[in-house]
C-alpha cells in the first residue's frame, strides 16, 4: 500500500503557556505553533513543528518555517505516489538546515501511513520496547531561588523521575547548590542552552560536586570541537542537544569524546527517519539516549511518546503531562502522567490519541490549504 498525499492544511495555532518558560535565551508566555495535516482518502495525519516563536534556540522560527513548508517542502511530496514514509525526509534533503519544519511534514506522514495500516506509530516506527514512558520535567529559570524548590517539590511530589534545571550564567552553581541542599537524593541535572564558553570550564566544573546526571549543552549551538574539549575537564557528563541534528553529528561527536549522553528532539534532527538514525548510532556505541522536548502541543507530544519506546531511550526525557504546560490541550486524552511518573503507552492507531479539530479550529489565526 503506497501513499499519495491529496492536500496538505498547514495551521498555526496559539497556545498560551501556564506559566511562562525561561532559558538562558528568553522567555516564552505562549506558543505559536504550526500544524500539519496530510490528507489521503478521507484519512488525516498529523505533525507539528516544534521551532520556537524566534530564532534563538536554533535558527528555525515560526513564520520562517511556514513558508518553508509552503514554498519548499509541502509542493515536492504532493500527488505523487511514495511507496513509504520512509522517502519522505528525502524530497526535502536539498534544504540547508531547517529540520524541525521538515520533520513537521514527516512526522505527519508517518501518523497518516500508521493510520492507513491501521497500526500504532510507535508499532510502525520500529519502537514498542516498553509500554511505560519514564518521564522527566524541565524547570525554567525563575525569578528567585525560594520559587525554584517549591516548583521542583511539586514536580517531585507528582512523580516525575528526574528534575531538569536550565541555568545560565548567574543562575548556575549558586542555585544548583541550594537545589541539592534541599534535595540531596533526586536525579537532576543542567541545561545551558549554549549559554557559556571554554573560558567558563573552571566554573562548571564547579557543578561536579553536585553529582548531577548530565550537563546539557554547555557550549555553543553548532560546536562540537569544544564540547570534545570541555568534557575531558568534567566529571560531570555532557549531553549534546542542540548540535546534534543528524546521525552524522552523533557519529562525530561520539567519536571525539564530546558526549556521554545525547538528547533527541524529533524536530531538530527533521524526523523519525533521522531520529532512528541517531537513536541507532548511539545505541551500537553504547551512548544512552533520551527524548527531549520543545513545548509540543499533545501532537508533538504523542509523536515524543512514540519515539521513546524505541530500545535506546533508556532515560527519563523531557516529555511530561499537557496540564504541566496547557490549561487544555488539542488531543483527547490529554497526555497525563502516573503517580510513578511514567506514560502509558496507547494501542490506538497511529497517534492513539484523539485530534480534537473543533478546539483547533477555535485557536486556529492562520490556516492555508495546499494541493
Ligand atoms: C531544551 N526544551 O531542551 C528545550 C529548549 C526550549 C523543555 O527544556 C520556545 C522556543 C520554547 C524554544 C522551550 C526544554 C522553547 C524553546 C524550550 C526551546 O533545550
Ligand atoms: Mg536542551
Redesign the pocket.
Known amino acids: 500500500m503506497g501513499i499519495k498525499i491529496e492536500k496538505v492544511v498547514l495551521r498555526e495555532i496559539r497556545l498560551p503557556l501556564v506559566h511562562f518558560?525561561e532559558?538562558s535565551f528568553g522567555r516564552?508566555y505562549e506558543?505559536r505553533i504550526l500544524l500539519v495535516e496530510v490528507v489521503q482518502d478521507g484519512i488525516s495525519g498529523w505533525g507539528e513543528v516544534t521551532c520556537?516563536?524566534n530564532p534563538?534556540?536554533n535558527e528555525e522560527w515560526t513564520d520562517a518555517a511556514w513558508l518553508l513548508l509552503k514554498h519548499y517542502i509541502v509542493p515536492p511530496v504532493l500527488k505523487r505516489p511514495l511507496p513509504s514514509a520512509d522517502c519522505v525526509a528525502e524530497l526535502s534533503a536539498h534544504i540547508r538546515g531547517h529540520r524541525m519544519a521538515r520533520g513537521g511534514l514527516e512526522a505527519a506522514v508517518w501518523d497518516l501511513e500508521a493510520r492507513l495500516k491501521n497500526v500504532p506509530l510507535w508499532k510502525h516506527i520500529g519502537g514498542g520496547a516498553r509500554k511505560e514512558i519514564p518521564c522527566g520535567v524541565?524547570i525554567g529559570i525563575q525569578d528567585s531561588i525560594p520559587q525554584l524548590l517549591k516548583k521542583i517539590e511539586t514536580e517531585v511530589n507528582a512523580g516525575y523521575q528526574r528534575i531538569?534545571i536550565?541555568i545560565k550564567p548567574g543562575w548556575d552553581v549558586n542555585v544548583i547548590r541550594e537545589v541539592r541542599k534541599e534535595f540531596p537524593s533526586i536525579k537532576m541535572m543542567a541545561?545551558a542552552?549554549s549559554a557559556y564558553t571554554l573560558a567558563d570550564a573552571d566554573h562548571l566544573r564547579r557543578l561536579d560536586e553536585f553529582y548531577l546526571m548530565m550537563i546539557?549543552?554547555p557550549l555553543a549551538h553548532d560546536d562540537i570541537i569544544d564540547h570534545a574539549q570541555l568534557q575531558p575537564k568534567l566529571e560531570t557528563p555532557i549531553c549534546l542537544?542542540e548540535c546534534i541534528r543528524s546521525a552524522h553529528h552523533a557519529e562525530q561527536a561520539i567519536a571525539l569524546g564530546a558526549c556521554k549522553i545525547i538528547?533527541i528532539k524529533l524536530g531538530r534532527v527533521g524526523g523519525f527517519l533521522e531520529a532512528r538514525r541517531v537513536h541507532d548510532v548511539c545505541k551500537a556505541a553504547g551512548i544512552p539516549v533520551w527524548c527531549?522536548?520543545?513545548?509540543e502541543s499533545g501532537i508533538g507530544r504523542a509523536h515524543n511518546v512514540a519515539l521513546s519506546t524505541l530500545p535506546n531511550f533508556v532515560l527519563p526525557g523531557?516529555v511530561s503531562a499537557s496540564k504541566r504546560y496547557w490549561s487544555r490541550d488539542i488531543i483527547e486524552p490529554e497526555v497525563e502522567v502516573s503517580p510513578s511518573g511514567a506514560i502509558t503507552v496507547r494501542d490506538e492507531a497511529g497517534l492513539g490519541y484523539a485530534v480534537n479539530s473543533a478546539y483547533i479550529k477555535e485557536i486556529t489565526v492562520r490556516e492555508e490549504t495546499i494541493d
Open positions: 518558560f532559558t516564552t506558543r520556537g516563536e534563538f534556540y524541565s531538569k536550565k541545561d542552552n546539557e549543552q542537544d538528547n527531549g522536548g520543545m513545548l523531557d
